[in-house]
């Protein structure tokens, strides 16, 4: 199985599923049509199912027209009645080619958020807007109670698991993981490696959760010295409630010029 990323918008990845023995693809949040069957047309595929992670048009607007198309299976939050066939939430599996893939219930950046994890020889997170690298999707419907319970599942995760956001906002985000912890060696070496990457326009995606756990501040919200720094930039005093000082990470990132 292999997993690459068809750039589209902005800053948007939709990432595609390739197996080796088939002529199909699986779509991860095609928020354009175009982009997914001009790639289908130039390298004679044919889509055979897609996954949503949640509800934005950025990630479902092209999968009305690729139904059309392909008649495919699409996977996704149950609510979405108009575009999922196979509605599914928190533990349920899903096949793809021959690997399973687990949902697991990430609601945070909105109610709606599944991820789609595979345990194989490298596990693979599908991480929608709940995980990027170097930062995490902004609360828009949900709690930061929520998302920080979505950070702590992914967490959990094993070490080596390469995670697959949809975005490009590395850059962005390390310009705030870096205010927060100028010393970081980690993520000083992870923001040159990522500049250069973005100099070739390079995709910085995918990344391993060993090196969000040491650079990502929203997996990083309990480390003391980090704490200080958001609520710094927010003229507040450190909370020491987890669920607060995560809220101050979020909050002081909304507020980040
Ligand atoms: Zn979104």
Not at 74 to 88: K, W
Not at 121 to 130: H, M, R, V
Not at 185 to 192: F, G, V, Y
Request: proline content about 6%; overall charge negative; glycine content about 6%.
């Amino acid at each position: 199985m292999t997993i690459f990323p068809l750039p589209a918008f902005n800053d948007n990845y939709i990432w595609i599923i390739q197996d080796k023995d088939s002529s199909g693809i699986w779509a991860v949040d095609p928020g354009n049509a175009d982009v997914v069957l001009n790639f289908c047309h130039e390298y004679q595929k044919t889509l055979t199912g897609i996954l949503i992670t949640h509800h934005h048009k950025d990630h479902t607007g092209g999968v009305a027209e690729l139904k059309q198309h392909s008649n495919c299976p699409v996977y996704g939050p149950e609510h979405l009645t108009e575009l999922v066939t196979h509605p599914v939430d928190d533990g349920d599996r899903i096949l793809v080619f021959s690997k399973v893939f687990t949902v697991i219930a990430t609601p945070g950046h909105t109610l709606d958020h599944l991820c789609y994890f595979s345990e194989q020889e490298t596990p693979i997170l599908l991480s929608g807007d709940t995980l990027f690298k170097g930062g995490c999707g902004r609360i828009m419907e949900g709690t930061h109670e929520q998302m920080l319970a979505a950070m702590i599942k992914i967490s959990g995760l094993p070490n080596d698991t390469l995670i697959y956001g949809t975005h490009e906002y590395t850059l962005a985000n390390y310009r705030f993981a870096l205010s927060l912890e100028p010393n970081n060696k980690d993520l000083i070496e992870s923001n040159i490696t990522c500049q250069k990457l973005r100099t070739e326009e390079k995709p910085t995606l995918p990344t391993k959760l060993s090196i969000e756990k040491k650079t990502n501040p929203f997996l990083r919200s309990h480390i003391e010295a980090l704490k200080i720094q958001a609520a710094q930039q927010l003229n507040e005093i450190p909370a020491e409630n987890p669920i607060a000082a995560f809220s101050q990470v979020r909050r002081a990132k909304d507020s980040f010029s």
